[in-house]
């Protein structure tokens, strides 16, 4: 099983400031990552897939990077919408989740 | 719009049984796989299973192997998960979702339905 390790747990910060989150590995999954986004009481959203490609509809301020083991979510400027928990997610293997970074101000 | 709408859900024992279902719309549904993804309360998000768009490959995660069963209905549009000898472990919010990419799987997950709980208490 690939493990995915995400920090930090939970980002602090205030709105217009740039986030930057991060997604760690077990082993090389390429671009086999995506990102999601949950917010409470509600099912997670599919933000970003081939670690980078942007879903339709998702704001440019959310882009992200990375391939081979380490990866990164950053929004630009969080707005108060933005202020959630964020998973990274592994399709190069069975699919697994990281544990999750929550966003809070 | 895709639309996923999950039921099924409630209170169980353990050891017994409980059917869940997804009824889905908006979009080919035969031309999809499907998954299904839990989350415990207050936990992180679990992959459970996957069935192909013409039902040929079912996989399971570890943890429900032989004890859960994905099918589907394309002529109705659903996907069922069959949930039997559940454990406490099991008690989650069931998510049924939708493969990104068609007609073969790639294993992320482009639309979510708003889940059903699963509560296995005595």
């Known amino acids: 099983e690939i493990v995915m390790t995400q920090s930090p747990a939970t980002l602090s910060v205030s709105p217009g400031e740039r986030a930057t989150l991060s997604c760690r590995a077990s082993?090389?999954?390429?671009?086999?990552l995506a990102w999601y986004q949950q917010k409470p009481g509600q099912a997670p959203r599919l933000l970003i897939y081939?670690?980078?490609t942007r879903v339709t509809g998702i704001p440019a301020r959310f882009s992200g990077s990375g391939s081979g083991t380490d990866f990164t979510l950053t929004v630009s400027s969080l707005q108060s919408e933005d202020f959630a928990v964020y998973y990274c997610?592994?399709?190069?293997?069975?699919?697994?989740f990281g544990q999750g970074t929550k966003v809070q101000i | 719009q895709v639309q996923l709408v999950e039921s099924g859900g409630g209170v169980v024992q353990p050891g017994r049984s409980l059917r869940l279902s997804c009824a889905a719309s908006?979009?080919?549904?035969?031309?999809?796989?499907m998954h299904w993804v839990r989350q415990a309360p207050g936990k992180g998000l679990e992959w459970v299973a996957i069935i192909s768009f013409d039902e040929s490959a079912k996989y399971y995660a570890d943890s429900v192997k032989g004890r859960f069963v994905i099918s589907r209905d394309n002529s109705k549009n659903t996907v069922t998960l069959q949930m039997n000898s559940l454990t406490t472990d099991d008690t989650a919010m069931y998510f049924c979702?939708?493969?990104?990419?068609?007609?073969?799987?790639?294993?992320?997950?482009?639309?979510w339905g708003q889940g059903t709980l699963v509560t296995v208490s005595s």
């Open positions: 081939g670690a980078s």
């Open positions: 997610q592994q399709y190069h293997n069975r699919p697994t």
């Open positions: 908006g979009f080919t549904f035969s031309s999809y796989a």
């Open positions: 082993q090389s999954i390429r671009s086999h």
């Open positions: 979702a939708r493969d990104g990419e068609h007609p073969l799987p790639h294993y992320y997950f482009d639309s």
